[in-house]
């Protein structure tokens, strides 16, 4: 089992930045990929950056250029960096944890760009 929790949600401004952290715990493994997603309302949920356990990462077209994930083996935590936000970032923010086909979820983050 495999508990997340998702921290560094708030309001910000367009164009400013946000740091999200995710804290993992229980029978969590350094090679496990884990990921962001993110549900706007009245939207589904998507996946905006995933990285495995040896460092390599993928992102949605949607946030290229603008967020950075990584993690921290040593804290069992993963980050996103949300750089040049934009009013349709607005969602809540999900950490996942991906162990033996089984996906593990937070319980999310809010994250709103508003001026």
């Known amino acids: 089992q495999v508990q997340l929790v998702e921290s560094g949600g708030g309001l910000v401004q367009p164009g400013g930045s946000l740091r999200l952290s995710c804290a993992a715990s229980?029978?969590?493994?350094?090679?496990?990929?884990m990921g962001w997603s993110r549900q706007a309302p009245g939207k589904e949920r998507e996946l905006v950056a995933r990285?495995?356990?040896?460092?390599?990462?993928n992102y949605a077209d949607s946030v290229k250029g603008r967020f950075t994930i990584s993690r921290d083996n040593t804290k069992n935590t993963v980050y996103l960096q949300m750089d040049s936000l934009k009013p349709e970032d607005t969602a809540v923010y999900y950490c996942?944890?991906?162990?033996?086909?089984?996906?593990?979820w937070g319980k999310g983050t809010l994250v709103t760009v508003s001026s």
């Open positions: 996942s944890a991906y162990q033996f086909g089984i996906a593990y």
């Open positions: 229980g029978r969590i493994l350094s090679r496990n990929d």
């Open positions: 990285i495995t356990g040896g460092g390599g990462t």
